[in-house]
């Protein structure tokens, strides 16, 4: 399985920006072979990126979409008019739970949608805090995984990514803290039982699970190094050349 290191540069870069890094990106990129790269640049820059963009070295991922492909949708864009453009779409970020509301019926629309325009979907699940000091994670991840995935055909689970970006460790919530190797190891194992319970022990095995939160180039190598986890979701260390060349470094050391 390859590994995926993937950076959502979230809300940052104007268009001119998000060209000039992706420039510099490309150039100091080598082409590994089973390290999959990936970058999520804001959606008003993905169509010049996909025109800039060496898919040989590097992937696009869309931060967001509309679950209907057209229609009377003000302001809204579909995975449809993303074709071509996103390889992958970031969906059910906890961003876009806590700060758009979006809820599991509405996830479970967007990752059918993403899988319908030939867009790898990267479903997000995870805890906030006060759930975790509840008790409540296992509970939670449950719910958002089968939540997300109940929309798509058994014949389509292989075309799933799951990432992992518990939300009291990802660096813009105040008093973030880092997650330990052996929490992550605790939930990714969680979350492949549940998904074998539920699909059957060869999805579980065989499906991709990234860890987010907090991850920079000091950090990578130990959460890639988690049993089950198959690559990286990354904001803040995203945006920064060195860092996002450092991990990906990191990963193809940790493969060999
Ligand atoms: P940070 O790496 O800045 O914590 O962001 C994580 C994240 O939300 C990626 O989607």
Known sequence: M????????????????????????????????????????????????????DRHKLKLAAQNGFYRDYGAFTGETSYTQMRGMADYAIIGHSERRYIFREDDKMVAKKVAAAIRNRITPILCIGETESERAFGETADVIRDQLIGGLSEVSDDDLDKVIIAYEPVWAISSVKAAKLATPDEVAEVVKLIRKVLKETYGAEFAESVPVLFGGSVNPSNAGAYLTVPGVNGLLMGGSSLILKEFLDIMETAKRVRS
């Open 2 to 53: 390859k590994t995926y290191i993937v950076g959502n540069w979230k809300l940052n870069f104007t268009v001119g920006e998000a060209s000039i890094y992706l420039h510099k990106l490309l150039k100091n990129l080598p082409n590994y072979r089973d390290v999959e790269a990936v970058v999520a640049p804001p959606l008003i820059a993905l169509q010049p990126l996909s025109l800039q963009v």
